[in-house]
């Protein structure tokens, strides 16, 4: 078979769930962020691995990742919706039992309309000037949104990966100016503010990437791994190419691997001549181009050739390969394509599920 396999340990992300919560005082809700399918691993079975391990509040982005989470988790934990309450979501925000964040006066105006009594919660912009009422806003509708019962106030910070960043203590402190007193269950931290301390995290804090194995959350269990097939295997002589654009030029004689995988499946052409993948522990360098389908690996090395080589695993993870490729571990995970076999492991379900 020539597909890559994609392995997604729950216990792992359970796991890291437990961390995180377990950083925060146990009156502060740890809930879960699984916007973009769970970060690109797979909505489905990570919520329900989450909802095991204790999570009651999952955040999606917009309200059709949120039916799907209601799909597979059935009534009783709440699902917030980032985006809010948009035109055309009324009826799936009703019948799924969604709770939006509202972001902006008209927002909140549809959503008071079309759903009255119907659960929501409202996102502050404190200075990050993406999502949010500002705090002229704010000031206008908090009475009339107060006597409603928002569930949740929550605001978004923008630095929280870098601790010493002034904004973080600027957000903070706008913050408390714009809901201090409100009596309303509120929210600050994602992953960075978690890390950022216990005045960062009020009563509910919503962690996305520390779940799946990423940075900040340093201590994270890993959760995937990427093995890619060898398909075959050739010898080449100095002054031979390998690749588009002849992307590499052997200078001695080498053994060329070519594996089963390629930017149609999230894995970069920044990688080209740049990334490693691996046998076990053995390093063994991406050579020439990466192109749609297949990468090319010297090989010429390793005694014994595997069936596979590793892109994602104990020697390299989803962070490793954002820094080859000048990005973030998000946004390498939410790149991972749909070609791949999807392999969720879990030691109480005996391994394979
Ligand atoms: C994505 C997101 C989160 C989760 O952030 P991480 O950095 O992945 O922990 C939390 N809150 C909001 C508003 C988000 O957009």
Redesign the pocket.
């Known amino acids: 078979m020539a597909t890559a396999t994609l392995t997604i340990d729950l216990d792992a992300i359970a796991a890291n769930w437990r961390a995180l919560d377990r950083m925060s005082d146990p009156t502060t809700q740890t809930a879960a962020?699984v916007?973009a399918d769970a970060?690109g691993l797979g909505s489905k079975r990570v919520v329900r691995a989450l909802a095991e391990a204790g999570a009651r509040r999952f955040?999606v982005?917009v309200a059709e990742e949120g039916a799907a989470v209601r799909q597979a988790l059935g009534p009783g934990p709440q699902i917030n919706v980032?985006g809010g309450h948009m035109a055309g979501d009324t009826e799936m925000i009703h019948d799924l039992d969604l709770t939006p964040?509202l972001n902006s006066v008209e927002q909140i105006t549809r959503h008071l309309e079309s759903l009255p009594g119907h659960p929501f919660g409202i996102?502050l912009d404190t200075g990050m000037n993406?999502?949010g009422l500002e705090a002229p806003e704010w000031e206008a509708v908090a009475p009339l949104v107060l006597e409603q019962g928002p569930e949740l106030v929550?605001?978004?910070l923008a630095c929280?990966?870098e601790p010493d960043h002034p904004m973080n203590a600027a957000q903070l402190a706008e913050f408390h100016a714009m809901t201090d007193g409100i009596g309303v269950p509120r929210?600050l931290?994602?992953?960075?503010?978690?890390l950022l301390g216990p005045e960062f995290h009020f009563e509910l804090t919503?962690?996305?990437?520390?779940?799946?194995g990423?940075r900040?959350?340093g201590d994270a269990r890993p959760v995937v791994g990427l093995a890619l097939p060898i398909i075959q295997v050739r010898e080449i002589a100095p002054g031979e190419i390998v690749g588009y654009s002849c992307g590499y030029t052997a200078t001695q004689p080498r053994l060329i691997a070519t594996v089963a995988a390629g930017y149609a499946d999230g894995l970069t052409r920044r990688y080209s001549n740049q990334a490693t993948l691996w046998d076990g522990d053995v390093p063994c360098p991406i050579v020439g181009r990466v192109s749609m389908d297949l990468i090319t690996v010297d090989v010429s090395h390793l005694h014994n050739l595997p069936r596979t080589l590793d892109i994602l695993g104990p020697m390299q993870g989803v962070d490793d390969l954002a820094d080859i490729a000048g990005t973030i571990g998000?946004e390498v995970l939410t790149s991972l394509g749909h070609r791949y076999t999807r392999r969720y492991v879990s030691a109480a379900t005996h391994g394979q599920v």
């Open positions: 962020v916007k970060y955040f982005a980032l964040m996102q993406r999502l929550m605001s978004h929280a990966d929210s931290a994602a992953t960075g503010g978690i919503r962690p996305g990437v520390g779940l799946y990423g900040p959350h998000y």
